[in-house]
């Protein structure tokens, strides 16, 4: 019986050492490259394509609030100097980290000048879901000028 003892502790140990072994080569020295131009961007909270795009389609309104963890921006009162008796007021929702066009929101308020006050007047919807297509087509753009570089 102790003649067992050291062979049955020989091949555990070599069974160890082949395991260790073959454990060791996978580690090897390449790692994969990160897609900097992946749909998913995660360095804000929402994908940055979208968010950067955003800010450029309305960066002529003043802004009032920005949060790039929740993805909202919310524009001031905007008064076009060729229409002064109109007013609107943009809110943005990035819903997604993902570039997509179901990850964007658009809600846009509207006034009229009548009689010195300010009323409420109904937006055309083709107005916000232009707003939506000028955003997606900036983000697309710098997404696609991230891959080229």
């Known amino acids: 019986m102790s003649r067992l003892k050291p062979s049955l502790f020989l091949r555990s140990t070599t069974a160890s050492l082949l395991a260790l072994s073959l454990l060791s080569a996978c ?3 390449e790692r994969p490259q990160a897609d900097i131009a992946a749909s998913q961007v995660t360095t804000i909270g929402v994908n940055s394509y979208l ?3 955003s800010l450029d389609a309305l960066s002529f309104m003043p802004l009032t609030q920005t949060d790039s963890n929740g993805g909202v921006i919310l524009t001031d009162w905007y008064v076009n100097p060729q229409n002064p008796g ?3 007021k943009i809110n943005v929702s ?3 980290q993902d570039l997509r066009a179901d990850a964007l929101r658009v809600a846009a ?3 009229v000048a009548t009689n010195g006050t300010w009323v409420d007047a109904p937006v055309k ?3 916000t879901q232009k707003l939506e297509q000028i955003i997606l087509t900036k983000a697309r753009d710098l997404r696609r000028g991230a891959i080229s570089n």
Do not use: V
């Open 51 to 53: 968010w950067r795009a």
């Open 27 to 29: 580690g090897g020295k």
């Open 109 to 111: 308020s509207r006034q």
């Open 125 to 127: 919807a083709a107005t």
């Open 94 to 96: 990035i819903l997604d």
């Open 86 to 88: 109109e007013r609107m």
